[in-house]
T-cell receptor
Framework: SAVISQKPSRDICQRGTSLTIQCQVD?????MFWYRQQPGQSLTLIAT?????????ESGFVIDKFPISRPNLTFSTLTVSNMSPEDSSIYLC???????????FGSGTRLTVV | DQQVKQNSPSLSVQEGRISILNCDYT??????FLWYKKYPAEGPTFLIS?????DKNEDGRFTVFLNKSAKHLSLHIVPSQPGDSAVYFC???????????FGGGTRLMVKP
């Protein structure tokens, strides 16, 4: 299965600023997913990113707040824009092609907004 | 509307005994169900999956059972080891889009 390198692993940011999270996959993958895990909560899908097309956002998430880039089949970024303390969460990227073999996750980015 | 639910937030078992983690779902269109293990400061790690057309899948110490009529699945770990202590997430894949819907997680503590 693919290996995903995610960075940064953690950051503390000032409110009103933006942070870009990067995920690099060691093989070409069609679909990449971005999730958020708020404190004590489960993983919630933010958006699905396919190479060559606009990302598809889930209800409650908008492109202006969470712009995503997918320039090629091995790389994606998620930006958390105009941050507030409510954005403090763990952000995770994921890729995969089939249910039988699961989906691989990056190690996550723990974001704290102060 | 929570389509995937894990009703037990935590579970404590003795080393060597069986751990049973449960998960319920509401959407009959899910085609795959997966279990993930998550340690603090790490991403979720895939454990085992089961197709919606099966009722059991086994991989070493891990067995997943699916009861479609009850919309219920469970993960059995036997024998449980202290290294199994982690948060376990049940997830389901919709047959349109490949995205996963996660349950709330169950924290498993295996005592030596």
């Amino acid at each position: 299965s693919a290996v995903i390198s995610q960075k940064p692993s953690r950051d503390i940011c000032q409110r009103g600023t933006s942070l870009t999270i990067q995920c690099q996959v060691d093989s070409q993958v069609t679909m990449m997913f971005w999730y958020r895990q708020q404190p004590g909560q489960s993983l919630t899908l933010i958006a699905t990113a396919n190479q060559g097309s606009e990302a598809t956002y889930e209800s409650g998430f908008v492109i202006d707040k969470f712009p995503i880039s997918r320039p090629n089949l091995t790389f994606s970024t998620l930006t958390v824009s105009n941050m507030s303390p409510e954005d403090s969460s763990i952000y995770l990227c994921s890729s995969g092609t089939g249910g039988a073999y699961g989906y691989t996750f990056g190690s996550g980015t723990r974001l704290t907004v102060v | 509307d929570q389509q995937v639910k894990q009703n037990s937030p935590s579970l404590s078992v003795q080393e060597g005994r069986i751990s049973i983690l449960n998960c319920d779902y509401t959407n009959s269109m899910f085609d795959y169900f997966l279990w993930y293990k998550k340690y603090p400061a790490e991403g979720p790690t895939f454990l085992i999956s089961i197709s919606s057309i099966k009722d059991k899948n086994e991989d070493g110490r891990f067995t997943v059972f699916l009861n479609k009529s009850a919309k219920h699945l469970s993960l059995h770990i036997v024998p449980s080891q202290p290294g199994d202590s982690a948060v376990y997430f049940c997830a389901a894949r919709g047959n349109a889009g490949n995205m996963l819907t996660f349950g709330g997680g169950t924290r498993l503590m295996v005592k030596p």
